[in-house]
């Protein structure tokens, strides 16, 4: 089945010490996107990526940086992860990037900040 | 971007409809609505959109109202398996003149079925 993959599913990092999230797809999706969700909290959109091009939302950190080397992955990279920074992060995909293509999200990577 | 207003919690009984209802007054005209959901410690799923017309698919059926100011997610014979937060949203459209079908969550509405 075509899907979106997180690894890994939980990740524990030092305060500090970088870390990187990654996901895969094998939908074959243009549009890649990351979010951030916290505690009883709704998921937040961090980035996104059209194929090659990257688009930051205003409010993102810029802790947070973000890679796509090809069509399949994408990476999430936090320089200097701090407490605040615990959270799930999920990825997702979508066909295009307009509003009439659903977004197919992975199952998550909870990040734990030690 | 249109914002929308669900109730934070409902409940069911297992094997009767759900009825999920949101309201979106400020939609415009293009702007389609959406309902995804969230089962507990997992990623959002999509269930199903609309922009005018009701919708039906194997998960849920959308029903839109004429003025597109609100819409009801209705599940029709919910299963435990169906407790999870339900999201309303509708997609920002343009930002700065560049379109790429922004989700902004809610709170969502919290779906409990009850044996």
């Known amino acids: 089945d075509a899907m979106v993959i997180q690894n890994p599913r939980y990740q524990v990092t030092q305060f500090g010490k970088p870390v990187t999230l990654s996901c895969s797809q094998t939908?074959?999706?243009?549009?890649m996107y990351w979010y951030q969700q916290k505690s009883s909290q709704a998921p937040k959109l961090l980035f996104h990526?059209?194929?090659?091009?990257?688009?930051n939302e205003a409010d993102t950190p810029d802790n947070f940086q973000s890679r796509r080397p090809n069509t399949s992955f994408c990476f999430l990279d936090i320089r200097s992860p701090g407490l605040g920074d615990a959270a799930m992060y999920l990825c997702?995909?979508?066909?295009?990037?307009?509003?009439?293509?659903?977004?197919?999200f992975g199952p998550g990577t909870r990040l734990t900040v030690l | 971007d249109a914002k929308t207003t669900q109730p934070p919690s409902m409940d069911c009984a297992e094997g009767r409809a759900a009825n999920l209802p949101c309201n979106h007054s400020?939609?415009?005209?293009?702007?389609?609505v959406y309902w995804y959901r969230q089962i507990h410690s997992q990623g959002p799923q999509y269930i199903i959109h609309?922009?005018?017309n009701n919708e039906t698919n194997e998960m849920a059926s959308l029903i839109i109202t004429e003025d597109r100011k609100s819409s009801t997610l209705i599940l029709p014979h919910a299963t435990l398996r169906d407790t999870a937060v339900y999201y309303c949203?509708?997609?920002?459209?343009?930002?700065?003149?560049?379109?790429?079908?922004?989700?902004?969550f809610g709170q969502g509405t919290i779906l409990t079925v009850h044996p």
């Open positions: 997702a995909t979508s066909r295009g990037a307009n509003t009439y293509n659903e977004q197919f």
């Open positions: 939908l074959n999706h243009n549009v």
């Open positions: 990526y059209y194929d090659k091009d990257f688009n």
């Open positions: 400020t939609i415009s005209g293009n702007e389609y």
């Open positions: 609309g922009l005018k």
């Open positions: 949203i509708v997609p920002i459209e343009y930002d700065g003149g560049t379109s790429y079908g922004k989700l902004t």
